[in-house]
């Protein structure tokens, strides 16, 4: 009895590991590591556009909650500027693995035909596999191998399965710093003066022309008065004119004696 209860036990421990799902595998994993690097060029929501290292012009879309570490802080997209130089890190991790799946199994024997069994699930389907060596069935509290079977026989067997599986994996990192201050322009000024120096001074300004002060044109000469006034006589003309004729005849008379 006590014997009985043990194996029991057993059986039911088989069928609680087989619900939660037990694995075991054996695993063999390959990493491949990537890094990228640029300047920001501009950022719109969570559209960034970046200046490769390499000259490539990539656009990325953020994933909602990215963050980087910039000199040291955490930040989000929304605190991106042009100008910060982001590197970011992806590490690729490809496992090939064998996992064995344990599984309980309660089943009817429908025929036998050592090491194979042909057994209705509880899903009414007949099924058949094969038998491993050393594979103990329990009946009715007791240990029966694959010759022990008959049809009609009700049993919980454990089975395990095995199976190749690829697992990929990725963890991306990012880091930057942030845009460079702009750097002050500074006017060099040369320690020694040796050649001679020329001081350039502006031309004055023309001087506005001077104004010539121009005379004031002379008064236009009144015409000579067609008559003479009332007041004047011709009397004195004719005094010289008979003076001149007086002188003129003494003349031809002394011509004439001489």
């Known amino acids: 009895m006590t014997r009985y209860r043990i194996t029991r036990?057993?059986?039911?421990?088989?069928?609680?590991?087989?619900?939660?799902g037990y694995f075991a595998a054996m695993a063999v994993a390959q990493q491949q590591t990537v890094v990228e690097s640029g300047t920001v060029l501009s950022v719109s929501g969570n559209d960034v556009v970046v200046k490769m290292d390499t000259g490539?012009?990539?656009h990325f879309t953020a994933q909602p909650g990215a963050t980087a570490m910039v000199d040291g802080k955490q930040i989000t997209?929304?605190?991106?500027?042009?100008?910060?130089?982001?590197?970011?890190?992806?590490?690729?991790?490809?496992?090939?693995?064998?996992?064995?799946?344990?599984?309980?199994?309660?089943g009817t024997v429908w025929q036998v035909n050592a090491p194979y069994v042909i057994f209705t699930g509880a899903d009414g389907k007949n099924k058949q596999v094969k038998v491993p060596d050393g594979t103990k069935f329990t009946i009715d509290g007791q240990q029966k191998t694959v010759f022990e079977l008959r049809k009609g026989m009700k049993f919980v067997a454990t089975v395990m399965t095995e199976a190749p599986e690829t697992v990929v994996s990725s963890s991306r990192s990012t880091t930057g710093k942030g845009a460079p201050a702009p750097k002050p322009v500074i006017a060099s000024v040369p320690a020694k003066i040796e050649d001679t120096v020329l001081i350039e001074e502006p031309a004055p300004a023309p001087a506005a022309p001077a104004e010539v002060?121009?005379?004031?044109?002379?008064?236009?000469?009144?015409p000579a008065p067609a008559k003479l006034p009332k007041t004047g006589t011709p009397l004195p003309l004719i005094g010289m004119l008979g003076a001149a004729m007086s002188l003129a005849g003494a003349g031809m008379r002394l011509l004439r004696r001489s």
């Open 9 to 20: 036990a057993l059986v039911w421990s088989l069928a609680i590991l087989a619900l939660t």
């Open 56 to 58: 490539e012009v990539r």
């Open 77 to 106: 997209v929304a605190d991106l500027k042009p100008g910060m130089h982001l590197t970011r890190t992806t590490v690729t991790t490809t496992t090939n693995r064998t996992v064995k799946s344990v599984r309980t199994v309660p």
């Open 213 to 222: 002060a121009q005379a004031a044109p002379a008064p236009a000469a009144e």
